[in-house]
T-cell receptor
């Protein structure tokens, strides 16, 4: 299957700082990327859908000014957690897809964020 | 609206025994259905995918799933469990043109020696 990478895999930051997470599709062009958040022992919660070259579509209840998403190219999307607080600590996972109906989403390995 | 129900948040089997993880879906249109596996502190790996080409779908690591429209089910099976199969398994349905995935709550599979 296709390969999706995320960087960093783990990050610790101080409260009030911003953190950027990168999601790259390594061997295919990802028209659409998704960002998820996963709490311990829970399923994935979709945060936003990111289409290349356009603004991200956020799910209800997700603050777009706090979770900035950029999808500037067909192989890279970034999620920036702005002014991070301890409650933002979580496992963030991205996925990438070609965008055709029913296309498989390929997931990155996730980024563990800890805000102190 | 589409939804997925996974019966059994925890399933425990003995090594070598049959694995059966249940998934029922709700969809007003022919669905795309997926099974993913997640190992601790990792992303999700695709096990298999139903796209209407065949009702019995074979995936990686000897997993397979059968699409049963009359039962709105897409249960995952494996004839003989290995210790390495211990992980969290997620069933998901794709939401039409947006390709959003609606996930079930997951089933944690434990394999006993």
């Amino acid at each position: 299957g296709a390969v999706v990478s995320q960087h960093p895999s783990r990050v610790i930051c101080k409260s009030g700082t911003s953190v950027k997470i990168e999601c790259r599709s390594l061997d295919f062009q990802a028209t659409t990327m998704f960002w998820y958040r996963q709490f311990p022992k829970k399923s994935l919660m979709l945060m936003a859908t990111s289409n290349e070259g356009s603004k991200a579509t956020y799910e209800q209840g997700v603050e777009k000014d706090k979770f900035l998403i950029n999808h500037a190219s067909l192989t890279l999307s970034t999620l920036t957690v702005t002014s991070a607080h301890p409650e933002d600590s979580s496992f963030y996972i991205c996925s990438a897809t070609s965008g055709t109906p029913g296309a498989t989403q390929y997931f990155g390995p996730g980024t563990r964020l800890l805000v102190l | 609206a589409q939804s997925v129900t996974q019966l059994g948040s925890h399933v425990s089997v003995s090594e070598g025994a049959l694995v059966l993880l249940r998934c029922n879906y709700s969809s007003s249109v022919p669905p795309y259905l997926f099974w993913y596996v997640q190992y601790p502190n990792q992303g999700l790996q695709l096990l298999l995918k139903y796209t209407s080409a065949a009702t019995l779908v074979k995936g990686i690591n000897d997993f397979e799933a059968e699409f049963k429209k009359s039962e709105t089910s897409f249960h995952l099976t494996k004839p003989s469990a290995h210790m390495s199969d211990a992980a969290e398994y997620f069933c998901a349905v794709s939401e039409g043109a947006t390709n959003k995935l609606i996930f079930g709550t997951g089933t944690l599979l434990a394999v006993q020696p």
